[in-house]
């Protein structure tokens, strides 16, 4: 079993910066794909950012796309999301994933950490 755990969360004011960690431990990882998503309160979860872990092709949802960077470090099974120009809209939970080999799905999650924006 595969294990993830964010990290990074915090409050910050508008406009400003945050990165968050996802590390993996647990047996061999190595995911086919590794993602962010997000959940605001009352509203559904959304993909944020993924990153294939082979080839390192990313992939990001308009809202963030020019203020989010997704990375990853396959040697420490570590994946990182920079988050800059931070508005309130953008306070939420955020989670790691991880798609396994095989797996239609992303199917490893996180816990979560918070990132509030004030304004």
């Known amino acids: 079993q595969v294990q993830l755990v964010e990290s990074g969360g915090g409050l910050v004011q508008a406009g400003g910066s945050l990165r968050l960690s996802c590390a993996a431990s647990?047996?061999?990882?190595?995911?086919?794909?590794m993602g962010w998503f997000r959940q605001a309160p009352g509203q559904e979860r959304e993909f944020v950012a993924s990153i294939r872990w082979s080839g390192g092709t990313t992939y990001y949802a308009d809202s963030v796309k020019g203020r989010f960077t997704i990375s990853r470090h396959r040697t420490q099974n570590a994946v990182y999301l920079q988050m800059n120009s931070l508005t309130p809209d953008d306070t939420a939970v955020y989670y790691c994933a991880g798609q396994a080999v095989g797996a239609a799905r992303y199917n490893n999650w996180g816990q979560g950490t918070q990132v509030t924006v004030s304004s």
């Open positions: 647990g047996r061999t990882f190595t995911p086919v794909a």
